[in-house]
C-alpha cells in the first residue's frame, strides 16, 4: 500500500508539502478548515491532490501514516491531539521536504530580525553565483522547491512552530539570532519552553557543522550553555571581541572563521541600526564559513536593500515621514524600531497581544514618542501602560482611520511610525495586508 501523507492547511507550506508528496508518489490528502485561496486550489489541482476546505473530515485525516502541519496550527488543537494519541507521527513541511534534498541548509532562527538576516545570507550568496533557494518562513515553499527544482544550497528562515514539528533535520550552518519573549501564548507563557524550542535548530548538527550566534543576548546564552550543542559555535558581539566569528572594532564590522577574516566600515553597510549591525555580522559569518569570496561579501553587505514590511520608508507627507513596521509583532522588534527613531514620533501600536509587556518601552516612549495611534480591537493594555507618560492615546479600527489621525496629530519633522508590537489577526489577514493597508492609506492622504 502507499505511503499516506496527510497535509492540514491549505496555504503556502501545505501546498508545497502536498506537491512533494505527489512527486514522490504517496496517497496525499490535504485538508484546511477555512477556505483554500485560488492559486494554491490550481496548484492541487494541477497535481491531482485529493483535498477538502471549510471543515476536517476525521475519518479521512485519523487513516495516515504522517501528518504534515501548518505552522499556523498550535499543538494543543482537538485533531491534532487525536492524531498523536493514535500514534501518528506530526511533522513539518521542513522536516518533510529535507528528507528528498541533499543540499546544504543555511537555517535562520530567532525573535527578531531572521527574515533580513535569511535575505541578506541568500543575496550573499546569489551575488556569488551560487544555486540557492529560499525558503522556510519566507518566500516560495520549501518542499514545493525540492519538489520542482534542484538547488545545491537552500537559506531558510525557520520560526519556532517549524521548529516544533522537525526531529531528523540537520542544519549544515545556523543562525541563532537572540531570544526574546514572542508567541508565547503557544509556549505557555513560559520563556523557557520557547528558548527550547528556539534551539532545536541545533539538533542533529555535528563538529562539522556551525551554530552562529549572538553572545551578547542573555537569553541564548543561558540555554545554550544548558544544551549539549556538538556544532562549532561561532559568536558575533557588539560589546567584545571574540576569537571566532564577528565582532566591533572601532568603527569596523570584523568578522574572522578559522584563519580567514574579512572587515567592513560601518559606514559601508546599507542596513543601519545596532539591530542591522547584528543582522549584518550573522551574515558575515556564514558567508566566510561558505567561502564566498570577501569581495561578495563585501559587495552584497553594501548593494542589501532590506525587506518589505520592516523599517520601510513609505513616503513623506507635509513634511511627515511615515514608516511601515508591520513586520513588528513582538515588544522587542518595537523596541529596536523606536530606538532608531531620530525625530518626533506618532507611534501607531496594537492588535492581537501574545503575553506583552510594555513596560519594557517605556522609557522609548518617554523619550521618543509625542502621541500614539492605538490600531486593535482591544487595547486597554496600551492605555494602561501609556496614559499620563504620552499626551494623547487614540482608539482606531482601520488602517485608513489610524493614518489620518496620526496625520492630524503629526508636524512637519515629524514621523508617524506603524510598529505595532502585536500579531495583526483582530483586523488584517497578516502582516503583509497590514503593511499595505497602511501604505495605501497613506498614498490616499
Same mark, same amino acid.
Given at each position: 500500500?502507499?505511503?499516506?501523507?496527510?497535509?492540514?492547511?491549505?496555504?503556502?507550506?501545505?501546498?508545497?508539502?502536498?506537491?512533494?508528496?505527489?512527486?514522490?508518489?504517496?496517497?496525499?490528502?490535504?485538508?484546511?478548515?477555512?477556505?483554500?485561496?485560488?492559486?494554491?486550489?490550481?496548484?492541487?489541482?494541477?497535481?491531482?491532490?485529493?483535498?477538502?476546505?471549510?471543515?476536517?473530515?476525521?475519518?479521512?485525516?485519523?487513516?495516515?501514516?504522517?501528518?504534515?502541519?501548518?505552522?499556523?496550527?498550535?499543538?494543543?488543537?482537538? +485533531?491534532?491531539?487525536?492524531?498523536?494519541?493514535?500514534?501518528?507521527?506530526?511533522?513539518?513541511?521542513?522536516?518533510?521536504?529535507?528528507?528528498?534534498?541533499?543540499?546544504?541548509?543555511?537555517?535562520?532562527?530567532?525573535?527578531?530580525?531572521?527574515?533580513?538576516?535569511?535575505?541578506?545570507?541568500?543575496?550573499?550568496?546569489?551575488?556569488?553565483?551560487?544555486?540557492?533557494?529560499?525558503?522556510?518562513?519566507?518566500?516560495?515553499?520549501?518542499?514545493?522547491? =525540492?519538489?520542482?527544482?534542484?538547488?545545491?544550497?537552500?537559506?531558510?528562515?525557520?520560526?519556532?512552530?517549524?521548529?516544533?514539528?522537525?526531529?531528523?533535520?540537520?542544519?549544515?550552518?545556523?543562525?541563532?539570532?537572540?531570544?526574546?519573549?514572542?508567541?508565547?501564548?503557544?509556549?505557555?507563557?513560559?520563556?523557557?519552553?520557547?528558548?527550547?524550542?528556539?534551539?532545536?535548530?541545533?539538533?542533529?548538527?555535528?563538529?562539522?557543522?556551525?551554530?552562529?550566534?549572538?553572545?551578547?543576548?542573555?537569553?541564548?546564552?543561558?540555554?545554550?550553555?544548558?544544551?549539549? =550543542?556538538?556544532?562549532?559555535?561561532?559568536?558575533?558581539?557588539?560589546?567584545?571581541? =571574540?576569537?571566532?566569528?564577528?565582532?566591533?572594532?572601532?568603527?569596523?564590522?570584523?568578522?574572522?572563521?578559522?584563519?580567514?577574516?574579512?572587515?567592513?566600515?560601518?559606514?559601508?553597510?546599507?542596513?543601519?541600526?545596532?539591530?542591522?549591525?547584528?543582522?549584518?555580522?550573522?551574515?558575515?559569518?556564514?558567508?566566510?564559513?561558505?567561502?564566498?569570496?570577501?569581495?561578495?561579501?563585501?559587495?552584497?553587505?553594501?548593494?542589501?536593500?532590506?525587506?518589505?514590511?520592516?523599517?520601510?520608508?513609505?513616503?513623506?507627507?507635509?513634511?511627515?515621514?511615515?514608516?511601515?513596521?508591520?513586520?513588528?509583532?513582538?515588544?522587542?522588534?518595537?523596541?529596536?524600531?523606536?530606538?532608531?527613531?531620530?525625530?518626533?514620533?506618532?507611534?501607531?501600536?496594537?492588535?492581537?497581544?501574545?503575553?506583552?509587556?510594555?513596560?519594557?518601552?517605556?522609557?522609548? =516612549?518617554?523619550?521618543?514618542?509625542?502621541?500614539?495611534?492605538?490600531?486593535?480591537?482591544?487595547?486597554?493594555?496600551?492605555?494602561?501602560?501609556?496614559?499620563?507618560?504620552?499626551?494623547?492615546?487614540?482608539?482606531?479600527?482601520?488602517?485608513?482611520?489610524?493614518?489620518?489621525?496620526?496625520?492630524? +496629530?503629526?508636524?512637519?519633522?515629524?514621523?508617524?511610525?506603524?510598529?505595532?508590537?502585536?500579531?495583526?489577526?483582530?483586523?488584517?489577514?497578516?502582516?503583509?495586508?497590514?503593511?499595505?493597508?497602511?501604505?495605501?492609506?497613506?498614498?490616499?492622504?
Amino acid at each position: 500500500m502507499k505511503h499516506r501523507l496527510v497535509i492540514l492547511g491549505g496555504g503556502e507550506s501545505g501546498v508545497g508539502a502536498a506537491v512533494l508528496g505527489i512527486v514522490k508518489g504517496f496517497d496525499v490528502f490535504l485538508s484546511d478548515s477555512g477556505s483554500i485561496g485560488a492559486a494554491y486550489a490550481e496548484v492541487l489541482q494541477k497535481y491531482g491532490v485529493a483535498c477538502e476546505q471549510g471543515g476536517h473530515t476525521e475519518a479521512l485525516i485519523l487513516n495516515a501514516d504522517e501528518v504534515v502541519k501548518s505552522p499556523g496550527i498550535p499543538d494543543s488543537a482537538p +485533531l491534532v491531539k487525536k492524531l498523536r494519541e493514535a500514534g501518528i507521527p506530526v511533522i513539518s513541511e521542513v522536516e518533510l521536504a529535507a528528507r528528498y534534498t541533499s543540499a546544504k541548509l543555511v537555517c535562520v532562527t530567532g525573535s527578531n530580525g531572521k527574515t533580513t538576516t535569511t535575505s541578506l545570507i541568500y543575496h550573499i550568496l546569489k551575488r556569488a553565483g551560487l544555486s540557492v533557494g529560499l525558503g522556510g518562513n519566507i518566500g516560495k515553499s520549501f518542499a514545493l522547491q =525540492v519538489a520542482t527544482e534542484n538547488f545545491a544550497c537552500y537559506v531558510l528562515e525557520l520560526s519556532s512552530f517549524q521548529l516544533d514539528g522537525m526531529y531528523r533535520f540537520k542544519a549544515d550552518v545556523a543562525v541563532l539570532l537572540n531570544i526574546t519573549p514572542d508567541h508565547l501564548d503557544r509556549y505557555g507563557y513560559r520563556l523557557e519552553n520557547y528558548a527550547r524550542s528556539k534551539l532545536r535548530i541545533a539538533q542533529n548538527m555535528d563538529e562539522k557543522s556551525c551554530l552562529i550566534y549572538c553572545a551578547d543576548d542573555e537569553v541564548t546564552v543561558k540555554y545554550l550553555a544548558e544544551t549539549n =550543542v556538538r556544532a562549532q559555535l561561532l559568536a558575533f558581539s557588539q560589546k567584545q571581541q =571574540v576569537e571566532q566569528g564577528a565582532w566591533l572594532n572601532n568603527n569596523k564590522l570584523t568578522a574572522m572563521y578559522r584563519n580567514n577574516s574579512f572587515e567592513m566600515l560601518l559606514e559601508e553597510l546599507s542596513l543601519k541600526g545596532k539591530h542591522n549591525l547584528y543582522n549584518s555580522m550573522a551574515a558575515s559569518i556564514a558567508g566566510l564559513v561558505l567561502k564566498i569570496k570577501k569581495e561578495h561579501i563585501r559587495n552584497s553587505l553594501m548593494s542589501f536593500d532590506g525587506i518589505e514590511h520592516r523599517l520601510e520608508p513609505v513616503l513623506s507627507v507635509g513634511g511627515i515621514l511615515f514608516i511601515n513596521d508591520s513586520k513588528a509583532t513582538n515588544i522587542n522588534s518595537t523596541w529596536y524600531a523606536l530606538e532608531s527613531m531620530t525625530s518626533p514620533t506618532i507611534w501607531i501600536v496594537g492588535g492581537v497581544d501574545k503575553g506583552n509587556n510594555y513596560g519594557e518601552l517605556l522609557e522609548l =516612549v518617554k523619550q521618543k514618542v509625542k502621541a500614539i495611534v492605538c490600531l486593535g480591537v482591544d487595547n486597554r493594555k496600551i492605555h494602561a501602560a501609556f496614559e499620563g507618560v504620552v499626551s494623547g492615546i487614540v482608539d482606531t479600527r482601520s488602517a485608513e482611520e489610524a493614518v489620518k489621525v496620526a496625520y492630524r +496629530l503629526g508636524k512637519k519633522g515629524d514621523t508617524v511610525l506603524l510598529s505595532p508590537a502585536c500579531a495583526s489577526f483582530d483586523l488584517f489577514q497578516n502582516y503583509e495586508d497590514r503593511g499595505e493597508q497602511f501604505k495605501r492609506a497613506i498614498r490616499y492622504l
